[in-house]
């Protein structure tokens, strides 16, 4: 297949959300990159009538071989991965109890939406006839998706009722007496 094509399908078939293909250039640089650790080798060049030249890429077997190792390591053990949002909660005191809750009220509104599209966009795909094996990843994002809103509710709620609260006073106090812990 030659870059455009993937390029498009991986659009096409909703997986731009699973792999970052914003920039039709980032497939291109893939593949040279694959082509230097020959993960894959030029099957065809070909080119038409006034066209830009078209070249058919082929896996080679050092790239099934490490495309097997990548895969059976990636669904096997969990790595670290650092998304923003954890960042951000670790840092959340920066914000008051009450802008905090609002900004998470926000962030749910737009996860609510997104497992709305999500779901409806699987819905689609099975209505259509695609085996529920090609959607599993969606399946996936659909559960954390579900599982974030459902936390952040009750991060809302905490904070809603004072159960979970800070002030700058308390934070100063905190920081005191951690401090004294850490040097004695």
């Given at each position: ?51 830009p ?88 994002k ?5 599982a ?37």
């Amino acid at each position: 297949m030659h870059a455009y094509r993937m390029h498009e399908l991986i659009k096409q078939r909703g997986k731009a959300s699973v792999v970052n293909v914003a920039q039709r250039n980032s497939v291109y640089q893939t593949l040279e990159r694959l082509l230097r650790t020959e993960l894959i080798h030029v099957l065809e060049t070909s080119q038409q009538d006034g066209r830009p030249e078209r070249v058919i890429y082929e896996i080679t077997a050092t790239g099934r071989t490490t495309l097997h190792d990548w895969l059976t390591a990636m669904l096997a053990e969990p790595s670290s991965e650092f998304p923003e949002f954890p960042a951000a909660l670790a840092t959340i005191m920066v914000l008051s109890p009450q802008e905090a809750q609002a900004q998470l009220a926000l962030r749910l509104s737009v996860l609510k939406r997104q497992l709305t599209q999500l779901a409806d966009a699987t819905d689609a795909m099975l209505e259509q006839g695609l085996p529920r094996l090609f959607l599993i990843e969606d399946e996936y994002k659909q559960a954390l998706c579900k599982a974030e809103i459902s936390w952040i509710s009750s991060l809302i709620d905490d904070l809603s009722c004072g159960e979970i609260s800070w002030s700058e006073e308390w934070l100063r106090q905190i920081a005191a007496s951690f401090a004294m812990t850490s040097s004695g």
